[in-house]
C-alpha cells in the first residue's frame, strides 16, 4: 500500500461550512473524498509543523493548535490571542519554536511561541508596519501584511507588505523572542507585491506582484555574518499579452520535486505553470488557462505533480485539474467539488 494523504481546507464559516474539512486524497487517480469537518471560527490559513504532529490554524480567536491523529484527524489543544485583528497567513521556523501570523487588517506581525506539545504559549513578540506608499488617498496604499516567510537559513523572517511595496526583513533573536527590525527589500512602486517563496534549494526567492502582475526572481544569499541580499535576476509578466482583461494574481507554490512554480490569478479566473531552471532559478512559462472557477484563492499541487487543486473562493468549489507538461496545457478532472468560501488548503501524508 502507498502513501495516504489528506487535504486540510480552511474556510470562513457561514451557512454550511463550520471550519476545516478533511479530505482523503487519492493522488493517483486525483480525487478528493471528504471525511469530516472540525469546528473553528474563520479558518484563513493553515499550517503543518515540521514534526508533522500539529496543525495549526487563524481563527477569530486569535490562533489555534490542533494535533494530528494517525489518520489525519485533528484534536484541538488550545487556542491563543495574537494581539491584534484575525490574520491572514502563517509560518513556521524549522524547529517548530515559533508560530508567525500575518495580519492584513492591522498591518501586524505577530511571533508566537510555541511548546514543545504542540500547543501555543502565547505571544513573544509583535511590530505594526507604518507608513504610506505612493499613493495616500488609496486604502490599499496603507500597509498591509499579506504574507511571511523564513528564509532558508532560518535567520531571518520576510513580511511582504503590499501596501507599501516591500518586503520587510526581521531578524530572530529565538532566545529572547524578538522580531529585530533588520532590512528591506523594495519593489518596485505599485507592484502591491502579496507572496513570497524560496525554492527547494534555498538560492532563489520569487515574489508574486498583484498590481504589477509579475513574479520578481531574485538570487538570495547572505554576504559576511549579517547581509542578506536578493539580488533581481529575472522579471515575468503573469498577463497573457493577447488578453484584456486586469489581471490580479495572489498566490503561488512550487510543485514537490521544485521543478514548477504554480500561480493562480483572481482577476481572470487562470492558473498559471512555469518551469524552473534549478541552475539559474529563472522561470519559463508553460502554461495560462482559465480554470472555470470565480476567485482562486488558494492552489495546492498534488505530491506525483501530475494534478492540482484551485479553491474558488467566490464560487465555492473546488477544482482538480491534471496537468500535462509536454502539451503545456492542463484540464479539469472531475466535477467541481462544492464547498463554502475556501480560503486555504495544505496536503499532509499520514503513511
Not at 104 to 132: E, Q
Not at 174 to 201: K, M, V, W
Request: overall charge negative; some cysteine; hydrophobic content about 35%.
Amino acid at each position: 500500500m502507498g502513501d495516504r494523504y489528506v487535504a486540510y481546507v480552511g474556510t470562513y464559516t457561514h451557512q454550511n461550512s463550520l471550519g476545516i474539512h478533511i479530505y482523503d486524497l487519492d493522488v493517483e487517480h486525483g480525487k478528493i473524498k471528504e471525511r469530516k469537518m472540525v469546528p473553528i471560527r474563520n479558518s484563513s490559513d493553515l499550517i503543518i509543523s515540521h514534526s508533522r504532529k500539529f496543525l495549526y490554524s487563524i481563527a477569530d480567536e486569535g490562533v489555534a493548535a490542533f494535533h494530528i491523529l494517525e489518520d489525519g484527524d485533528l484534536k484541538l489543544i488550545n487556542k491563543e490571542w495574537i494581539g491584534g485583528m484575525r490574520g491572514c497567513y502563517l509560518e513556521l521556523d524549522d524547529d517548530d519554536r515559533y508560530l508567525f501570523v500575518a495580519g492584513y487588517h492591522d498591518a501586524r506581525v505577530s511571533m508566537m511561541r510555541l511548546n514543545p506539545d504542540g500547543s501555543i504559549a502565547g505571544i513573544a513578540d509583535g511590530v505594526f508596519h507604518k507608513g504610506m506608499g505612493r499613493r495616500a488617498a488609496d486604502r490599499n496604499s496603507r500597509p498591509h501584511v499579506l504574507c511571511v516567510k523564513m528564509t532558508p537559513d532560518q535567520r531571518y523572517l520576510c513580511a511582504v507588505d503590499g501596501g507599501l511595496d516591500h518586503v520587510k526583513l526581521y531578524k530572530l533573536d529565538y532566545e529572547a523572542g524578538q522580531l529585530i527590525n533588520h532590512d528591506i527589500l523594495r519593489c518596485p512602486l505599485d507592484s502591491a507585491p502579496c507572496a513570497i517563496r524560496f525554492s527547494n534549494n534555498g538560492r532563489f526567492a520569487y515574489v508574486l506582484c498583484e498590481l504589477s502582475n509579475a513574479i520578481n526572481v531574485y538570487e538570495y544569499h547572505v554576504i559576511g555574518q549579517d547581509n542578506p541580499e536578493f539580488e533581481l535576476i529575472q522579471t515575468i509578466s503573469t498577463k497573457d499579452p493577447t488578453d484584456n482583461e486586469i489581471g490580479s494574481p495572489i498566490t503561488m507554490e512550487f510543485s514537490a520535486d521544485g521543478n514548477y512554480l504554480f500561480c493562480t490569478d483572481a482577476g481572470i479566473n487562470a492558473a498559471l505553470i512555469f518551469e524552473v531552471d534549478q541552475e539559474t532559478g529563472k522561470l519559463t512559462l508553460v502554461c495560462n488557462n482559465r480554470i472555470g472557477g470565480e476567485f482562486p484563492k488558494a492552489i495546492a499541487v498534488f505530491p506525483d505533480g501530475r494534478h492540482f487543486m484551485c479553491l474558488n473562493h467566490d464560487d465555492n468549489t473546488i477544482g482538480i485539474f491534471s496537468v500535462n507538461y509536454e502539451g503545456k496545457y492542463f484540464l479539469m478532472h472531475g466535477k467541481p467539488i462544492p464547498v463554502e468560501t475556501p480560503n486555504c488548503v495544505y496536503l499532509h501524508k499520514i503513511h
